[in-house]
């Protein structure tokens, strides 16, 4: 890694930490980890962010708090769905459902100031073979991200399980070029084994991302609310010391994996 590489690469880990994570970090001292330090660097080198998901809602229930406070600090923010969410209703057909979740979605980014992205597979039947991470690594470069958010692959959704793959092999294939996290969905009924390293608290864009949510009208958004996402939002926040937060798992790469601060 070249020297300007590694200083872009220190730029976007601080620039992440400072949305309001709370994060033991090589890179970072205690000083770094601040909100004061964040917008002033953000007004000279704008953010492309990348939010994998498997269907319309999976970002914006996951960490739709986190890319609305990418969003207000004037950085690029993209959903990249890998369906439609065709398969939600079998009273209907894929077409109409597709439809109907399209719309939510477009709403939803229209709320976080994000712009969805359809990867054209389908609900229920995602394909993780040579093809597909083919052209999920470039349509994943072509938006050029200096972070990529996207499912945590140990989950009890197949469609998660892909997505989360796809996005790893898209960094692995882009020689880590970005930095990648792993984010959680319905954690306890869902994602498994999710040990959070960073924390992002979403106090102040709450309200946000529960707009985003409850654009997913089909999905019951407000009783998923209540069951899972609020009591996840308020836990994390018990974990960071704030009122309420988002949790990641930041893949580290190589040069940064075998180091632990203070050593």
């Known amino acids: 890694m070249n020297k300007n590489n590694s200083g872009r690469r220190k730029f976007i880990q601080s620039s992440v930490l400072g949305l309001g994570s709370i994060s033991v970090s090589p890179l970072l001292t205690a000083k770094d980890v601040t909100e004061k330090n964040f917008p002033g660097k953000q007004a000279q080198n704008k953010l492309n962010i990348v939010c994998v998901g498997a269907h319309p809602g999976d970002p914006e229930f996951g960490c739709g708090g986190t890319m609305a406070k990418y969003s207000q600090a004037g950085n690029n923010v993209t959903f990249l769905y890998l369906t439609r969410g065709e398969a939600y ?107 959070p390293t960073d924390y992002v608290d979403i106090t102040a864009v709450r309200n946000i991302k529960k707009a985003a949510m409850f654009a997913h009208e089909t999905q019951s958004p407000r009783e998923v609310y209540e069951q899972f996402f609020k009591t996840m939002e308020e836990f994390r926040g018990l974990e960071a010391g704030v009122k309420a937060a988002e949790a990641f798992i930041y893949f580290k790469p190589e040069d940064q994996r075998a180091n632990i601060a203070g050593l």
């Open 89 to 195: 209703n079998d009273k209907q057909s894929y077409e109409q459902s597709a439809a109907l979740r399209t719309k939510e979605a477009e709403k939803a980014c229209e709320i976080i100031h994000a712009k969805p992205v359809f990867a054209g597979q389908i609900d229920g039947n995602t394909e993780l073979n040579k093809q597909r991470n083919e052209e999920a690594t470039k349509l994943i470069l072509s938006l050029q991200p200096d972070i990529v958010f996207t499912h945590w692959p140990l989950d009890s959704h197949p469609d998660h399980q892909v997505s989360g793959l796809l996005a790893l092999t898209a960094w692995v294939r882009s020689q880590k070029k970005f930095h990648l996290y792993f984010y959680e969905v319905n954690t306890g009924s869902e994602t498994m084994g999710f040990s």
